[in-house]
């Protein structure tokens, strides 16, 4: 369910790295916790985030929930696809629905993210 080369935040983002590229989203959890989104808001091209810094915010049906960049970098592409459709975070959450891309600063903050099996112990641990 969850791409094993991905790396995860513990507040439900998910970072693809590609050389010094990140591409980010939110987790399948996540977006099912949300229910229907509704609309996406993103950065604009340029600007530079801070490790664990608001990117944006999704709104759904049920909520209004901040997105975090889990590393410092600077956004490089965003995903024009989610002002006509932001339903594609909910169909394709670790895909089309993907947020933003960055060139990232410090991969020493990629690397101390979770693994693909620690996220998975880390949501069991969400239901007991």
Do not use: C
């Not at 790396?7 to 229910?35: C, N, P």
């Not at 810094?53 to 999704?58: K, N, S």
């Not at 002002?83 to 895909?95: A, C, I, T, W, Y």
């Amino acid at each position: 369910m969850y791409p094993e080369e991905y790396r995860y935040s513990k507040d439900h983002e998910w970072i693809k790295v590609e050389g010094d590229l990140g591409t980010i989203g939110i987790t399948d959890f996540a977006q099912k916790q949300m229910g229907d989104v509704v609309y996406v808001e993103m950065p604009d091209i340029g600007t530079e985030l801070g490790h664990h810094q608001t990117i944006g915010v999704i709104e759904s049906v049920k909520a209004v929930s901040d997105i975090y960049s889990p590393t410092a970098g600077e956004v490089v592409e965003v995903n024009e696809d989610l002002n006509k459709s932001p339903e594609l975070v909910n169909e394709d959450p670790h895909g089309k629905g993907w947020i933003i891309k960055i060139k990232i600063k410090k991969s020493s903050e990629v690397e101390k993210m979770m693994s693909y099996s620690d996220y998975e112990k880390f949501l069991s641990g969400l239901d007991e």
